[in-house]
């Protein structure tokens, strides 16, 4: 949720930052702006597109050596280029670019207003770039650090924050709470930015700042301090090498993100499980859960929490854990739990879960279940994010770089390692070897899967095609094929924009029935369990009313007569099947949100890694 990149050394700041920020724009795209400091002035260049109108903005003939960029998702303020960062003070000399949200802004721009200052924009970062001259102005021996803990030490909120001051081109100065900071260490040059997605094309080397913590970057070095410690050092930590190269956030020959990474969905898987298959004891290896035979014995409860996708990916886990281990498991939107005061259980295993490690709600959930004693792992993909460091361990989902704003193969990699979770608990409980063992297989067997079904991408483009026009769809499903359908319906509506709703299969009678009419399609998941009598029947009731249906199933005998178009999956071990069945429908939605013409990696309104509340 919006993007920060920064740099000081020898280079032309100007394409690193374009470059950079071009990196970063999944994370917001509303508009974006940079600033360099030429010929002793500050130099800013905005806009209310996309970065790759800034990029066509930019003085090429500027040759600056320190800059600040940003691109964002508007949270005070409409996006335009007024309120497009970096902000500056009254005379030009500050300028800053800013990620999160400064909750006691109005009282911040209020008092400077009242101090006769003219604020330019709407945002709450403006107030920042003020308070930090006006804080040089009243005693100009303050170092750019000292001036900014000063001014941060008024504010209340989130922030990751870079300062840069026309009148100190050699250094930059970099605060973090709440939202994601990676310094990156170059040979005599220094880079910061939101995620290391900006940086891994210059260096590999990086250190993630600490909430509370602000650094000063000079090209040679750096220094980090404490905010709130009377501006003690930091403790030093080593840096670490990122586990990612340029070439993984590059498209290739596919034509977006969303695709690349549906394509690559067989190898997440292999990495999902390279190594934690225990064929020998038929269950899983697990090592950075950290718990033994016991303590994973004396859990009594799971419990999922996570948001959006990752929510839907919990129920996923949720329904495999009841499976495979039989104790009680559920999911809960994190955006809930963190707010409703939970009673938190000692027995229970709490799982974050997020593609990002930095969705804010999660993250809170996390901080509240500590706070009260809970016992939680993280299941993220982005090594060293904030959900990653504040469960202290967990389970990597190994899916790489996930760029498209739409979650594909990190929500199949969720449930594929809920599944080795699953089979963890299950095989220290009562899940015999000869259970464990089909399970084994089963995943082995997923890779191979799914690229079949990704080989059958023509024909379910047809179907997409086909409905694509609907103003509304359904999603049905029960029980197994539950979290299937509102992950379905889920990745439909937030790319192609078409109005999409998932019901269990049960409650359609107990009312949306009455919503079904020839112009709404319902998409009826029909795994292949005990209930395919069931969903047949869920099937007529819909198509007695006119609805038009398109059924996902995994049941070879269906005939192609039961419903209007039949999407079909291989078959896989019971309990697995949802991590197939899904893989269709984000082809689906690729291919009705490509028809429909719309910009599938950065949907409306929308932005990687929600950061905010
Ligand atoms: C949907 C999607 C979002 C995310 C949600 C959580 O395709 O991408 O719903 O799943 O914002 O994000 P993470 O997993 O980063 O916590």
């Not at 790759?52 to 600040?68: E, M, N, W």
């Not at 410690?229 to 498209?251: K, Q, S």
Request: charged residues 20%; negative net charge; hydrophobic residues 40%.
């Amino acid at each position: 949720m919006c993007g920060i990149v920064g740099y000081v050394g020898k280079r032309d700041a100007t394409p690193v930052l374009v470059e950079g920020l071009h990196r970063l724009e999944y994370r917001g795209y509303d508009s974006a702006g940079l600033a360099v400091v030429h010929r002793g002035r500050l130099q800013v260049t905005k806009t209310a597109g996309r970065v790759a109108d800034l990029r066509a903005k930019v003085q090429p003939a500027t040759k600056s050596t320190i800059g600040i960029g940003h691109t964002r998702w508007a949270t005070h303020g409409e996006p335009n280029e007024v309120n497009a960062h970096p902000h500056t003070d009254t005379a030009g000399r500050i300028a800053v670019v800013h990620n999160g949200i400064i909750e006691n802004a109005e009282q911040l721009r209020d008092q400077l207003t009242a101090a006769g200052v003219k604020l330019v924009s709407d945002t709450d970062t403006e107030a920042l770039a003020h308070m930090i001259a006006a804080e040089i102005a009243a005693d100009p021996t303050l170092s750019l650090s000292e001036a900014t803990c000063r001014t941060l030490n008024r504010v209340e909120g989130a922030y990751g924050l870079v300062v840069l001051d026309t009148k100190r081109p050699d250094q930059l100065v970099v605060a973090r709470n709440g939202s994601p900071i990676v310094l990156g260490i170059g040979e005599s040059e220094m880079y910061v930015a939101s995620d290391v997605a900006a940086l891994v094309r210059y260096t590999r080397q990086v250190v993630y700042l600490e909430d509370g913590e602000v650094a000063t970057l000079h090209s040679g070095d750096y220094q980090t301090k404490t905010l709130t410690d009377n501006g003690a050092p930091a403790a030093a930590r080593a840096p670490m090498i990122v586990d990612a190269e340029a070439g993984d956030y590059e498209l290739g020959t596919y034509p977006d993100y969303m695709s690349k990474e549906i394509h690559e969905q067989p190898e997440a898987i292999r990495r999902a499980l390279r190594g934690r298959l225990d064929e020998r004891f038929a269950t899983a290896r697990l090592g950075g859960i950290n718990l033994d035979a016991r303590e994973l014995r004396s859990i009594r409860q799971v419990k999922f929490l996570g948001c959006g996708s990752a929510y839907y990916a919990g129920q996923m886990g949720a329904a495999i854990i009841e499976e495979l281990a039989r104790i009680p498991a559920d999911a809960e939107p994190a955006s809930e739990f963190r707010y409703r005061s939970p009673v938190v259980d000692p027995d229970t295993l709490y799982v974050a879960v997020s593609q990002s490690g930095e969705t804010s709600d999660t993250l809170m959930a996390v901080q509240e279940l500590k706070r009260k004693g809970g016992q939680v792992i993280g299941t993220v993909n982005v090594v060293g994010s904030a959900i990653s460091r504040e469960t202290g361990h967990g389970i990597l989902l190994h899916a790489g770089p996930e760029v498209a704003v739409a979650s594909t193969k990190a929500l199949t990699n969720m449930a594929v390692n809920f599944a080795l979770l699953g089979l963890l608990l299950g095989r220290v409980r009562d899940l015999s070897a000869a259970s464990g063992d089909r399970i084994v297989n089963g995943l082995r067997n997923l890779p191979a899967q799914v690229a079949d079904i990704l080989a059958t991408q023509t024909e379910i483009a047809a179907v997409a095609h086909l409905y694509a026009a609907a103003d509304h769809m359904f999603f049905i499903g029960r029980v197994r094929g539950w979290p299937v359908a509102r992950e379905g319906a889920q990745k439909l509506k937030e790319i192609s924009y078409v109005h999409a709703e998932a019901y269990q299969a049960g409650e359609l009678k107990h009312g949306p029935l009455a919503l079904i009419q020839p112009e709404m399609p319902s998409v009826v998941v029909i795994p292949s369990d005990d209930l395919v009598a069931k969903n047949l029947s869920t099937i007529e009731q819909i198509k007695a009313r006119g609805g038009p249906v398109i059924a996902l199933t995994s049941v070879h005998d269906l005939p192609d007569s039961a419903a209007d178009a039949v999407i079909r999956v291989p078959r896989a071990e019971p309990e697995l099947e949802p991590i197939l069945l899904n893989i269709p429908l984000q082809i689906f939605a690729y291919h009705a949100a490509a028809k429909l013409g719309r910009d599938i990696d950065k949907p409306r309104n929308l932005a990687k890694s929600v950061t905010v509340e």
